[in-house]
């Protein structure tokens, strides 16, 4: 949740290590730090706030050091403030540590580190490592080159949790270690430089080469070599891995704000996930490989994920139960981790998201995998820790996506597991060969679909304009309409702060509807000719009760009460959340927008959730 940085080079560090932070901040921005060499000695400098903040701090412009680590803060273990602020030092200001993840016994180690004499300033759970290195340190009589890596690995292997930690030590002014188990961090190579991040992105502008870190890796940079080792300090190759990210992916451009640039950004993400799979009578999916016999053996298919990947999940449900005639079943991945899921070997599961870093969806997968089913991950990045787990890994093209508010990645999810559906169902041959390929050419016309639904986004900021000093608001639909509901919901939640529930059309009656009270907005779904009678129904229940309700809808329908109503292209109903997700979007965006609220930045959330 945290976002860490990293630079050891020949140019200023500071500077560096602070633009790195502010292409993090997404991870949380609570506080922020940066700690350099400065003549043989550490000097730390950290502030709560946003990572501008570190401008206010005297002497910041003035640190000169060229190797340096910095962390941009979403607090867990002690409450936002300077003291909690990254990085910290052990007692002799000989290390300084910048951490991201939970060390889950850190009362333990604080006790036992207490006991030899250490002293705690804040209420983090960071600060074991430094003064547990310090103290490994202390103890290694053989003061040769390896002593730091040594009293690192020490230290790891009594930490429990997750951790991606970055280690700077006044003994070698030339190094830098950094090490990672269950949170992520790339190493980026220079030209007699070396990069740190907790993702590609932050770094895209200095480097397109870089390495994955595997669990449990130590790694020991200086400024023209990085080298690798495994957890027993045993020396490993690691290939260089080139990202084809261009660097203004990661830039907001034209835009105001990265959420709309990602929302404008749909039509090329589904372009280039739907890719060459399409162009063939077979449908080819790479890295996976699945035969019939596999796919017919199928009791079940879970599908796996958290908040908006979960959300895609449910649309996956409608497109696998009805093209493959096989049971899904979607959970969240905090709950089906702990629950004893009923998965043998004859269940696949899936597992959507988007940073593939979610802590509990990487947990979900293991447990599947120790229970022998097989698993497939979903992600949009590249060598993400949960494509190292899983059997096979498929891949969104939705490039980086730095918005909190996942927009692009969720219809790019869709797009991809609607291939997956008729890849399965193509094995099975279950479904009529026409069913298959009505669907492919209406996949296919979706990104222009997408554009004209773009056009409609003055109507639906106008909309916004009228309801957005409202405390609390509905999501409406059937079937899928529902599904997509629940994703409108979580977007207006999370970036406007205003109370939203999602409900199943038909269920409002059965107690929702008390809450419908005069003026109050909701918002319908309907894309499905053969349910769009009952859901007017349903939504003239809450007209006659004073609601205010925009229509989203690919129907032909009469102005029966409606306060707004936009039209979207038709398509299969399959995959319309992919075209009725855009106005919720745009509302969700318009609203936040006129709170003056930070729009990619929502307070308590950051992007990427690598702890439980
Ligand atoms: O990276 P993931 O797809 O695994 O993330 C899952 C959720 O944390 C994420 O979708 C979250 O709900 C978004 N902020 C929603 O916009």
């Avoid at 290694?140 to 991606?164: F, H, M, Q």
């Avoid at 739907?274 to 162009?279: Q, R, T, V």
């Amino acid at each position: 949740m945290c976002g860490i940085v990293g630079y050891i080079g020949n140019k200023k560090a500071s500077p560096i290590l602070i633009n790195g932070l502010l292409r993090l901040e997404y991870r949380g921005y609570d506080s922020a730090g940066i700690a350099t060499i400065e003549e043989n000695e550490i000097s730390v400098m950290k502030n709560q706030g946003r990572v501008n903040s570190l401008y206010e701090l005297e002497g910041i412009n003035d640190l000169k050091g060229t190797i340096g680590i910095a962390h941009t803060r979403w607090a867990t273990h002690g409450k936002p403030s300077k003291e909690n602020s990254h990085p910290h030092q052990d007692n002799s200001n000989s290390f300084a540590v910048v951490h991201n993840g939970i060390i889950e016994n850190y009362n333990e180690l604080r006790e036992f580190l207490t006991e030899k004499g250490y002293n705690f300033l804040s209420n983090t759970d960071t600060e074991v490592i430094p003064n547990l290195i310090h103290y490994y340190f202390n103890k290694d009589e053989n003061n040769d080159e390896n002593r730091i890596l040594r009293a690192v690995k020490s230290a790891c292997s009594d930490l429990i949790g997750s951790y991606a930690i970055e280690i700077l030590s006044k003994y070698n002014k030339n190094n830098m270690i950094v090490v990672r188990k269950d949170s992520p961090l790339v190493i980026g190579k220079g030209n007699g430089e070396n990069y740190i991040s907790s993702d590609i992105p932050a770094i895209l502008s200095y480097t397109k080469d870089f390495y994955l870190l595997d669990d449990n890796e130590i790694v020991k940079l200086s400024r023209n070599k990085v080298m690798f080792y495994d957890e027993n300090l045993k020396e490993i190759q690691k290939p260089v891995k080139s990202i084809e990210w261009g660097a203004s992916s990661a830039e907001k451009g034209e835009y105001a704000d990265f959420m709309l640039k990602e929302i404008y950004e749909q039509p090329k993400a589904i372009r280039e996930t739907i890719g060459a799979k399409l162009d063939n009578g077979i449908i080819e999916i790479q890295g996976l490989s699945l035969d019939r016999e596999y796919i017919k053996s199928l009791n079940k298919i879970y599908i796996i994920a958290c908040g908006t990947a979960m959300h895609a999940g449910l649309v996956a449900k409608t497109i696998f139960e009805k093209l493959c005639k096989i049971p899904v079943e979607v959970d969240i991945a905090s709950e089906f981790r702990y629950r004893n899921p009923l998965i043998d070997e004859n269940t696949l599961s899936i597992y959507i998201t988007q940073s593939g870093e979610t802590a509990d969806t990487i947990a979900a997968l293991k447990l599947a995998k120790s229970k022998k089913s097989k698993t497939i991950a979903i992600s949009n990045v590249i060598g993400s820790s949960i494509t190292r787990e899983a059997d096979y890994s498929i891949y969104t093209h939705a490039g980086p996506e730095i918005a909190v508010a996942s927009t692009k990645a969720y219809t790019s999810q869709v797009i991809l597991l609607a291939i997956l559906g008729m890849y399965f169902a193509q094995k099975l041959g279950k479904t009529d060969k026409e069913i298959i390929s009505n669907l492919k050419k209406d996949i296919l016309q979706l990104p222009n679909q997408i554009e004209e639904v773009l056009k409609s986004s003055d109507k639906v900021k106008q909309f916004a304009k009228k309801v957005y000093k409202e405390k609390d608001m509905f999501f409406l639909g059937r079937g899928v309409d529902y599904a997509v509901s629940m994703e409108g919901s979580l977007k207006l939640k999370e970036i406007s702060y205003i109370h939203s529930e999602s409900y199943a059309a038909g269920e409002l009656k059965h107690g929702p509807i008390a809450l419908i009270e005069n003026n109050i907005t909701v918002i319908i779904t309907m894309t499905n000719s053969k349910l769009v009678e009952k859901s007017i129904s349903n939504v003239q229940e809450v007209i006659t009760r004073g609601a205010k309700v925009l229509a989203i809808t690919s129907e032909e329908i009469k102005n029966n009460g409606f306060e707004e109503i936009i039209k979207i292209p038709k398509t299969n109903p399959l995959i319309s959340p992919v075209l009725s997700v855009i106005p919720m979007q745009i509302l969700a965006y318009y609203i936040s927008k006129e709170k003056g609220l930070d729009v990619d930045k929502p307070r308590n959330l950051a992007k990427s959730v690598t702890v439980e």
